[in-house]
């Protein structure tokens, strides 16, 4: 056997998952198309919650973290000028992290390259082969040439366009989906961010979102329709817009300055039911998606690898499978309740093309409630900085 472990996909999940298994002796190789610029330009998600906060500590890649993070104790929810704040911390002990994707995959790269792990980019056509025999194989193009490696267990680490999923087969696996009707474009410009904490806020306009990723770098984002293109949004129209969304006092102090980077991204929430099929498990984007509302993407991804890291560890070690068998069950409990968040969140906080006006007044009535139930601000939280494991 070339390894134990061959790993699809060097993003935030397959490196985790490979530094996991590394450090406790099993040895892994990570197939990763794009060049490792390509996917440190990915300015994606912001928010870590708790658990992910010490799985990261655990990995051995939270020095940088620990000194450059931002706990975050709450967060506030907005329309138009009605307030919300949630305090995580007051009313669940617990809080969550600024510190953004692209730091995570740098950390998990920098302690990669000092475990020696093999990390190979620019593979193409990849293909897992034999799942369901005494050893699995993954063949794949590079140079020019073709390859095999042949290992005892696949983790599908390859994202939502990957090929992990795919070679279930199709009869064999459930998909659920749900398009929205928008996307979110982001920008990230060096301005102090507009507030200490993330404002989610719905208007008539319909949503934005102000985050950040440092004390000088803030990371600001507005619904627009799917039609949209990265071009029809200068800057000036993007501040604009991003201001008739926060509540006024926030606007009034908002600091603009050039964007370093824009993108536009569609929300979608997907789930590709079963997780594993003989040796291959498929692991965050592969089988999951959610809309960013509840900043649970990232978040998901550790979750199931902190599942799949135990299972595999277990069955590689001491020959126990219950953890492999039970892999794909564990981690959809939790991620249909994440599903869920998202989704309550994305409904109560956008504005939908064409609905009536009870959507309107619906949206305003459930941040009327959050405002004045504590139980409910409780509920918002609790999922918010993350469900037990
Ligand atoms: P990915 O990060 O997608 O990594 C998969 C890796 O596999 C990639 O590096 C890819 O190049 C590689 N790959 C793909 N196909 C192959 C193949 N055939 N062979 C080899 N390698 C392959 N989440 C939030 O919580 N907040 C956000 O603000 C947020 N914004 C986002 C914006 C965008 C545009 C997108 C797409 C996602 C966003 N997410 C956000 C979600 C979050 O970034 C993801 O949940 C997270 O990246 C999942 O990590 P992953 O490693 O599972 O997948
Ligand atoms: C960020 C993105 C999110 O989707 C979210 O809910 C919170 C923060 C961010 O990019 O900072």
Same mark, same amino acid.
């Given at each position: 056997?070339?390894?134990?472990?061959?790993?699809?996909?060097?993003?935030?999940?397959?490196?985790?998952?490979?530094?996991?298994?590394?450090?406790?002796?099993?040895?892994?190789?990570?197939?990763?198309?794009?060049?490792?610029?390509?996917?440190?330009?990915?300015?994606?998600?912001?928010?870590?919650?708790?658990?992910?906060?010490?799985?990261?500590?655990?990995?051995?890649?939270?020095?940088?973290?620990?000194?450059?993070?931002?706990?975050?104790?709450?967060?506030?929810?907005?329309?138009?000028?009605?307030?919300?704040?949630?305090?995580?911390?007051?009313?669940?002990?617990?809080?969550?992290?600024?510190?953004?994707?692209?730091?995570?995959?740098?950390?998990?790269?920098?302690?990669?390259?000092?475990?020696?792990?093999?990390?190979?980019?620019?593979?193409?056509?990849?293909?897992?082969?034999?799942?369901?025999?005494?050893?699995?194989?993954?063949?794949?193009?590079?140079?020019?040439?073709?390859?095999?490696?042949?290992?005892?267990?696949?983790?599908?680490?390859?994202?939502?366009?990957?090929?992990?999923?795919?070679?279930?087969?199709?009869?064999?696996?459930?998909?659920?989906?749900?398009?929205?009707?928008?996307?979110?474009?982001?920008?990230?410009?060096?301005?102090?961010?507009?507030?200490?904490?993330?404002?989610?806020?719905?208007?008539?306009?319909?949503?934005?979102?102000?985050?950040?990723?440092?004390?000088?770098?803030?990371?600001?984002?507005?619904?627009?329709?799917?039609?949209?293109?990265?071009?029809?949004?200068?800057?000036?129209?993007?501040?604009?817009?991003?201001?008739?969304?926060?509540?006024?006092?926030?606007?009034?102090?908002?600091?603009?300055?050039?964007?370093?980077?824009?993108?536009?991204?569609?929300?979608?929430?997907?789930?590709?039911?079963?997780?594993?099929?003989?040796?291959?498990?498929?692991?965050?984007?592969?089988?999951?998606?959610?809309?960013?509302?509840?900043?649970?993407?990232?978040?998901?991804?550790? /979750?199931?690898?902190?599942?799949?890291?135990? #299972?595999?560890? +277990?069955? *590689?070690?001491?020959?126990? !499978? @219950?953890?492999? =068998?039970?892999?794909?069950?564990?981690?959809?409990?939790?991620?249909?309740?994440?599903?869920?968040?998202?989704?309550?969140?994305?409904?109560?906080?956008?504005?939908?093309?064409?609905?009536? /006006?009870?959507?309107?007044?619906?949206?305003? #009535?459930?941040? +009327?409630? *959050?405002?004045?139930?504590? !139980? @409910?601000?409780? =509920?918002?939280?609790?999922?918010?900085?993350?469900?037990?494991?």
């Amino acid at each position: 056997m070339d390894t134990q472990v061959v790993i699809i996909g060097g993003g935030p999940s397959g490196l985790l998952l490979s530094q996991l298994l590394n450090r406790a002796g099993v040895a892994t190789v990570i197939l990763e198309r794009g060049t490792r610029e390509r996917v440190l330009s990915r300015i994606r998600a912001g928010i870590l919650e708790w658990g992910s906060v010490e799985m990261l500590r655990e990995a051995g890649v939270s020095a940088r973290m620990d000194a450059e993070g931002i706990p975050h104790d709450g967060t506030l929810i907005t329309d138009a000028d009605m307030v919300v704040h949630v305090d995580f911390k007051r009313l669940t002990g617990r809080r969550v992290m600024v510190y953004g994707q692209t730091e995570v995959t740098q950390d998990l790269y920098a302690a990669q390259d000092a475990m020696g792990t093999p990390i190979v980019h620019g593979v193409e056509d990849v293909r897992i082969a034999d799942l369901d025999g005494p050893g699995a194989a993954v063949e794949y193009t590079l140079d020019g040439q073709r390859r095999r490696l042949t290992c005892a267990f696949v983790a599908g680490c390859d994202g939502f366009h990957g090929v992990s999923r795919k070679t279930i087969p199709a009869a064999k696996r459930q998909e659920f989906e749900r398009v929205y009707p928008f996307g979110w474009l982001g920008i990230l410009s060096r301005t102090p961010p507009v507030a200490d904490e993330l404002i989610y806020a719905n208007s008539p306009h319909g949503f934005a979102l102000a985050s950040m990723r440092s004390e000088t770098l803030a990371r600001y984002y507005v619904q627009v329709p799917l039609t949209d293109r990265v071009e029809d949004w200068p800057d000036d129209r993007f501040w604009a817009e991003f201001k008739r969304r926060i509540p006024s006092d926030a606007a009034a102090r908002l600091v603009t300055g050039p964007s370093i980077e824009k993108s536009i991204a569609p929300l979608r929430s997907f789930v590709s039911e079963p997780l594993r099929w003989g040796r291959l498990f498929l692991v965050g984007d592969a089988a999951h998606i959610v809309p960013p509302t509840g900043a649970k993407g990232l978040n998901l991804a550790v /979750s199931d690898v902190f599942y799949l890291h135990q #299972a595999l560890i +277990a069955a *590689l070690k001491r020959g126990d !499978t @219950a953890g492999i =068998d039970a892999y794909s069950a564990r981690a959809l409990a939790r991620i249909w309740k994440a599903m869920r968040f998202s989704w309550q969140m994305t409904t109560m906080l956008h504005r939908f093309e064409n609905e009536d /006006s009870f959507a309107a007044r619906m949206r305003r #009535a459930t941040l +009327a409630h *959050l405002a004045a139930s504590e !139980t @409910a601000q409780r =509920d918002l939280a609790e999922n918010y900085v993350g469900l037990p494991y």
